[in-house]
Each structure stands twice: as structure tokens, then as C-alpha cells.
């Protein structure tokens, strides 16, 4: 078997060895040349691509955080102008029933724990006489509109002024109406 072949084929690179001195028999390393892969990287479409596909994926995490801080708080604005809207009825249950009609008419939402640095009125609409029920019954109807803490209104007063102004009744049915709204039916 020739030595120096299977020593060079034994090792993981390449050694050129020479024999040197009488007898040859002693040998020396003369150079060493190990063989290496060339190195791996991100080329720079590699790494647009993926800085594309973070920004992406951040971009949807935000506005996912953004769309939960949103409806939040309209659900806190909104328990706190029902909150309003209760507490005003029961002033109006405690009113004798002849007098319930004297309650009809806009009223501040403030004076009911509404925010105060939010613009916000509240409305009370009365109905004494309607077909189908005694004459013992009356009905309430109480509504409140407002801005939210981000500024969006709710309600069609939008101008906050207890009444129904013109361009303000968005459903045409001649009453303000919003997504916060309390009915009741008082008997005598
Ligand atoms: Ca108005
Ligand atoms: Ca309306």
C-alpha cells in the first residue's frame, strides 16, 4: 500500500509530504491546505424579502391592537351614557304619574356620570297616549348621543343640542335615535 496515499486520503486535507535526510524516513509537514466550503450569507434579496414579511406581520399586530383599543373604549362610553340613561329613569319612575310628562325634554348626561370633557346630551321623550295600550300606561323613551374619548359621535344629535336639527335624522323617522337608548312603560 503506498503510505502516502492513505495517510493524504485519511485526513481531512491535503498534505504534501517530503522526504528529507539519508534514509528517507523522516518526513515533514511542507504545507497544508484545508479544503473549506465557502460561506453561506443572506443575499440581499434574501433579506428585503424578510424585512418585507416582518413589516407585514407588524403592520396586522398594530392594527389589531389599534381596532381593540377602539371598540374599548366605545364599550366604556357606552355603559357609561346607558349608565346615564338608567339613572335619569329611575328620577322619572320616582315622579308622580300624572307629572312623568313634565320630564320630557332634553337633559345633561353629566349630571348622570357622563364624562364632562366629553360632549355628550341626553333626551327624554314622552308618550302618553298610544294605541293599543290603556290610558295607565305611559312610555318613556330615553336617548343619549356623544363623543367618544377618540372623537367619534354617536347618536344622530350631533350637534348636542337635545333637538333634532335639520340634516341630523339619518333614519328619516322624525326622533333622535343612537345606539344608546332606554324604553319604559310606567303605570299609574
Ligand atoms: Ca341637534
Ligand atoms: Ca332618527
Redesign the pocket.
Known amino acids: 500500500m503506498d503510505r502516502k496515499k492513505s495517510f493524504c486520503g485519511l485526513w481531512p486535507f491535503r498534505a504534501s509530504l517530503r522526504a528529507s535526510g539519508r534514509g528517507g524516513h523522516i518526513f515533514k509537514i511542507a504545507s497544508l491546505s484545508v479544503e473549506t466550503k465557502p460561506k453561506k450569507g443572506f443575499t440581499l434579496i434574501e433579506v428585503a424579502l424578510a424585512l418585507a414579511i416582518l413589516a407585514v406581520t407588524l403592520s396586522g399586530l398594530l392594527l389589531t391592537y389599534v381596532s381593540m383599543f377602539v371598540l374599548t373604549d366605545m364599550q366604556r362610553d357606552h355603559a357609561l351614557a346607558s349608565n346615564a340613561l338608567l339613572a335619569r329613569l329611575e328620577e322619572i319612575r320616582a315622579m308622580g304619574f300624572d307629572d312623568i310628562s313634565t320630564a320630557a325634554g332634553s337633559f345633561n348626561l353629566t349630571d348622570y356620570g357622563f364624562p364632562a370633557n366629553q360632549s355628550s346630551r341626553g333626551r327624554v321623550d314622552v308618550v302618553t297616549s298610544f294605541s293599543g295600550y290603556p290610558t295607565t300606561l305611559t312610555k318613556v323613551r330615553l336617548v343619549a348621543c356623544y363623543a367618544t374619548r377618540l372623537n367619534r359621535t354617536v347618536g ?1 344629535d350631533r350637534n348636542f343640542n337635545g333637538v ?1 336639527d335639520s340634516g ?10 343612537s345606539a344608546a337608548e332606554v324604553v319604559s312603560l310606567i303605570a299609574k
Open positions: 344622530e333634532l341630523e335624522d339619518v333614519n328619516n323617522n322624525s326622533r333622535i335615535d
